[in-house]
């Protein structure tokens, strides 16, 4: 938990101003009187810090975050950029340190990467065949950036009859292992050109 939020989170357990959740420091030693300490016993509510540390964590400053992060993942100084670059994504989803971390494996994972069950299940021989496709499409593309990725994904999954979901979710398993992550153009951009066609080419064949 950041210490901003186990603040806000304590001080309203015996103390309110108003409807007001959200209370920085600053604001709680402006704001603080004796008048409005409760009487009644209070009650921690585990769910309802962690909702607050989610709020503190999408205002929390990304290179402090990666830091944190980074410490949790053992990661290098060399690794860490990349981390900053991706925490605007990652930490939309997360309300804790260890989710944001969890979050943020698949972009340190070596190859072949691991895959989770339902990404696994996600791997048929028909998704295969469109990782194929996406896989010639995104190696002959001329931009790696997020509006050149969308258009030839789209385009392959147009070309193939599928919906979009049909090669974003086999795709978003090639990439990071798992069946949920960050937007899957953000993933593609996050991980760069090599990395990416790499982890597309190890499951577009059956594993033994």
């Not at 909702?51 to 400053?61: K, M, T, V």
């Not at 795709?171 to 069946?179: D, N, P, S, V």
Request: hydrophobic share 45%.
């Amino acid at each position: 938990m950041l210490p901003e939020a186990v603040d806000n989170y304590l001080l309203r357990l015996g103390w309110g101003h108003g409807d007001d959740e959200i209370i920085s420091r600053e604001r709680a030693i402006e704001w603080f009187d004796l008048d409005h300490v409760g009487k009644s016993p209070s009650r921690f509510d585990f769910k309802k810090l962690e909702n607050l540390n989610g709020h503190y964590i999408r205002e929390a400053d990304d290179a402090r975050l990666a830091e944190l992060v980074a410490a949790r993942l053992g990661l290098s100084a060399g690794q860490k950029p990349l981390l900053v670059k991706a925490m605007p994504e990652l930490k939309t989803r997360a309300n804790t340190l260890v989710q944001l971390a969890d979050s943020a494996a698949f972009l340190f994972g070596g190859r072949p990467l691991p895959m989770d069950e339902a990404a696994s299940a996600q791997l048929t021989p028909e998704a295969r065949q469109l990782l194929h496709a996406a896989h010639k499409k995104l190696v002959a593309l001329a931009n790696w950036d997020g509006a050149s990725l969308e258009a030839a994904i789209r385009e392959v999954a147009e070309a193939s009859g599928a919906k979009l979901g049909k090669l974003a979710q086999p795709l978003r398993a090639a990439l990071t292992g798992r069946t949920t992550s960050p937007g899957i153009f953000d993933v593609l951009a996050l991980l760069g050109r090599d990395e990416s066609l790499a982890r597309i080419a190890d499951q577009m064949e059956p594993k033994e």
